[in-house]
């Protein structure tokens, strides 16, 4: 993907010390590889920035973080294509953010879904309008949201877990912070502001404690971790070659309920 492609998906800026990558891909901002890309590519941008104490991951697009994956992508895809999606989505993004000296914050504007939570999580720090929702959808299209089942029963525990990730229900911004899968939740006007601030506060800090604290905290908690995101990895490929999987995303861009062959 040329620069400028890169740049009409994923927009960069630094305000201050802190740089603000944005995700400007409507209606949903659906994750396909361009877009996964062109974040990493920005995220190595603003780490490189001696400028820069701290980056904030954003929506340009109104009332929507994001909607999840590009299913069209993946129809058809099988498990190869499945597997070099997810090697780059997963893996990828969980290397680069362990590898980054300055701190991650999502400003979650609006729904949040599937691959929108999983770019929310991968960061340090959540902070979301009230207006957001967030939810994990998959189980209804044939897929499986399979990196949450390595974060989500850490965070909120297991059963709780197992009923968000097995019904596919959303659920609110107030819901997540009582749940400890949000740092913030703060009017839709202000979340920007609150975001900046924050970014602000990490960004004043000593670079050089920043990026020793944060690899040595981000060592300390990923050794099982990615170890059982590798895991998922493998079993969404094996997933990605059944006919249910086809059926569910035909479904989905059919508009139709999936007839899961029973």
């Known amino acids: 993907?040329?620069?400028?492609?890169?740049?009409?998906?994923?927009?960069?800026?630094?305000?201050?010390?802190?740089?603000?990558?944005?995700?400007?891909?409507?209606?949903?901002?659906?994750?396909?590889?361009?877009?996964?890309?062109?974040?990493?590519?920005?995220?190595?941008?603003?780490?490189?920035d001696r400028g820069v104490g701290a980056i904030v991951?954003?929506?340009?697009?109104?009332?929507?973080?994001?909607?999840?994956m590009d299913l069209k992508m993946i129809r058809g895809?099988?498990?190869?294509?499945?597997?070099?999606?997810?090697?780059?989505?997963?893996?990828?993004?969980?290397?680069?953010?362990?590898?980054?000296?300055?701190p991650t914050i999502a400003a979650v504007n609006g729904p949040a879904r599937g691959a929108g939570m999983t770019l929310s999580i991968t960061c340090d720090v959540i902070v979301c309008a009230e207006s957001a929702s967030l939810g994990y959808p998959e189980i209804d299209v044939g897929v499986l949201p399979a990196i949450h089942f390595a974060h989500l029963p850490a965070v909120i525990g297991r059963h709780?877990?197992?009923?968000?990730?097995?019904?596919?229900?959303?659920?609110?911004?107030?819901?997540?912070?009582?749940?400890?899968?949000?740092?913030?939740?703060?009017?839709?006007?202000?979340l920007m502001d609150s975001a900046m601030a924050l970014a602000g506060t990490f960004a004043a800090k000593s670079p050089t404690v920043m990026r020793l604290g944060r690899q040595a905290f981000w060592r300390a908690q990923d050794l099982d971790y990615r170890r059982n995101v590798a895991a998922q990895v493998e079993m969404m490929c094996a997933l990605a070659e059944t006919d249910d999987f086809e059926e569910g995303l035909a479904a989905f861009a059919e508009k139709r309920k999936?007839?899961?062959g029973r």
Not at 82 to 92: K, Q, S, T, V
Request: hydrophobic residues 45%; aromatic residues 8%.
């Open 1 to 48: 993907m040329s620069d400028s492609e890169g740049a009409a998906r994923v927009g960069y800026e630094v305000r201050g010390r802190v740089a603000v990558i944005t995700m400007n891909r409507a209606p949903v901002n659906a994750v396909d590889f361009p877009m996964i890309d062109a974040i990493h590519d920005r995220m190595r941008e603003a780490d490189a």
């Open 57 to 68: 991951l954003a929506s340009a697009v109104e009332g929507m973080f994001c909607g999840g």
């Open 77 to 102: 895809a099988g498990g190869l294509g499945m597997r070099d999606f997810l090697n780059r989505f997963y893996l990828d993004t969980l290397d680069l953010q362990a590898k980054l000296a300055k």
């Open 160 to 190: 709780r877990a197992f009923e968000l990730l097995f019904t596919g229900e959303t659920f609110t911004p107030a819901e997540a912070k009582a749940m400890g899968l949000v740092n913030q939740v703060v009017p839709d006007a202000e």
């Open 258 to 260: 999936p007839d899961w």
